[in-house]
């Protein structure tokens, strides 16, 4: 008995020693790679943005405000009354394009047709899902979107290209709770 014992409390011993972590076999090249990568992510983000700038700034007879979430906007039919705009969970219904910063369009409204689009519930365009959110029913508003808050680094698959910035035009047609 006294054998089964000691073998038990040996076992368990070991059995309970620390293991060493694993450390990575060259730890300064991956780190170099992800700071490249950054660094070149903001090249391009800054490349992007002074494109969208000039064309904002080409546009004279239109005043673009920026949003806090990194897309310009600018209204094309404003509604001044006090109506409710949508909120997380509601159904917007939407009829919108997408054209590229020439204007040339990609996909049409009739094309595209009337889109519904429960409030942040559903994956659609990062830059139209906090615009929808700022339009009241009847509201027409021209988004001039960079490619990181569109359709990125991949494009659609289609259409639209790897870090293509567009614009899109939406009118928000009704909201349903």
Not at 76 to 101: C, F, H, Q, R
Not at 155 to 173: A, R
């Amino acid at each position: 008995m006294k054998i089964k014992i000691l073998i038990l409390t040996t076992i368990l011993c070991w059995g309970c020693s620390k293991v060493a972590p694993r450390r990575p076999i060259n730890p300064k090249n991956s780190t170099t790679i992800l700071k490249e990568t950054i660094n070149k992510s903001i090249r391009l983000n800054k490349i992007e943005e002074d494109k969208i700038v000039a064309l904002i700034k080409k546009d004279s007879t239109k005043t673009y405000q920026i949003s806090p979430n990194g897309f310009w906007y600018t209204y094309i039919n404003k509604i001044e009354k006090n109506t409710p705009t949508p909120k997380v969970g509601d159904v917007a219904t939407i009829a919108y394009n997408i054209s590229d910063l020439q204007g040339h369009i990609i996909y049409s409204k009739a094309a595209i047709g009337e889109k519904k689009y429960q409030v942040d519930k559903e994956d659609f365009i990062s830059a139209l899902q906090a615009g929808i959110k700022l339009m009241k029913v009847g509201e027409t508003i021209t988004f001039v979107i960079p490619s990181y808050n569109a359709f990125g680094i991949s494009g659609d698959g289609n259409k639209i290209g790897i870090n293509q910035s567009i614009k899109s035009t939406v009118t928000l047609i009704n909201i349903n709770n």
